[in-house]
Nanobody
Framework: QVRLVESGGGLAQPGGSLRLSCEAS????????MYWYRQGPGGQREWVAT???????????EYSDSVRGRFTISRDDAKNTVYLQMYGLKPEDTAVYYC??????WGQGTQVTVSS
């Protein structure tokens, strides 16, 4: 049974930072691409970042234009965990952030609110 559990969300001030974590189980984590998506209030779910497997794709990372230069995705295969380090947070980053494995499995989401 595949399980993805996000954590690390919360309230941050504009310009602040947060680090999200997503721990996976029930899959061969090290071989899978991992994704972060987000869904803002009343909006559609949008892709945020991808990190590919170090084994199959050299750990390549990709970012959406809206977060490139501010967010960093990383993975720890020993811990079956993917991270999203967020700096320079803006109110428009407010959303529920979801972890995804291999474009197939989803976590339950963690709320990020950016507000003064």
């Amino acid at each position: 049974q595949v399980r993805l559990v996000e954590s690390g969300g919360g309230l941050a001030q504009p310009g602040g930072s947060l680090r999200l974590s997503c721990e996976a189980s029930g899959l061969v984590f090290s071989r899978l691409p991992m994704y972060w998506y987000r869904q803002g209030p009343g909006g559609q779910r949008e892709w945020v970042a991808t990190i590919y497997s170090r084994i199959t794709s050299s750990g390549r990372r990709e970012y959406s234009d809206s977060v490139r230069g501010r967010f960093t995705i990383s993975r720890d295969d020993a811990k079956n965990t993917v991270y999203l380090q967020m700096y320079g947070l803006k109110p428009e980053d407010t959303a529920v952030y979801y972890c995804n494995a291999d474009q197939e499995h989803w976590g339950q989401g963690t709320q990020v609110t950016v507000s003064s």
